[in-house]
């Protein structure tokens, strides 16, 4: 079982940024993985992916030019640098790992994921 835990949520001013960083109890390097956010009242979303291989990305419309998903190998984690946001921003934002080595834009369905962190909370005030 790969348990999943996110770091880096907070409250910030609309403009600003956040690093959030999604770590695990063995190495994240093998696997597919993803950002899923969910604000309240509203359904689960993609944010952002990236392959095994960290040579291919994927992002939502929303975010495109905002946010940065990376990978730190020698941390073993997945980080997304969130700049410029925006109080629709405002969500629990949950990391996903895909065991099954999935790719391309099927990255961006959250039902291939099969592991998932917590959730932090990021807030964007306006």
């Known amino acids: 079982q790969l348990q999943l835990v996110e770091s880096g949520g907070g409250l910030v001013q609309a403009g600003g940024s956040l690093r959030l960083s999604c770590a695990a109890s063995?190495?994240?390097?093998?696997?597919?993985m993803g950002w899923f956010r969910q604000a309240p009242g509203k359904e689960r979303e993609f944010v952002a992916a990236?392959?095994?291989?960290?040579?291919?990305?994927y992002y939502t419309d929303s975010v495109k030019g905002r946010f940065t998903i990376s990978r730190d190998i020698a941390k073993s984690t997945v980080e997304l640098q969130m700049n410029s946001l925006k109080p629709e921003d405002t969500a629990v934002y949950y990391c996903?790992?895909?065991?099954?080595?999935?790719?391309?834009?099927?990255?961006?369905?959250?039902?291939?994921?099969?592991?998932w962190g917590q959730g932090t909370q990021v807030t964007v005030s306006s």
């Open positions: 990236i392959s095994r291989s960290a040579l291919s990305t």
């Open positions: 063995r190495t994240l390097n093998s696997y597919p």
């Open positions: 996903a790992a895909d065991a099954h080595q999935n790719t391309g834009v099927t990255l961006t369905n959250a039902l291939v994921y099969d592991y």
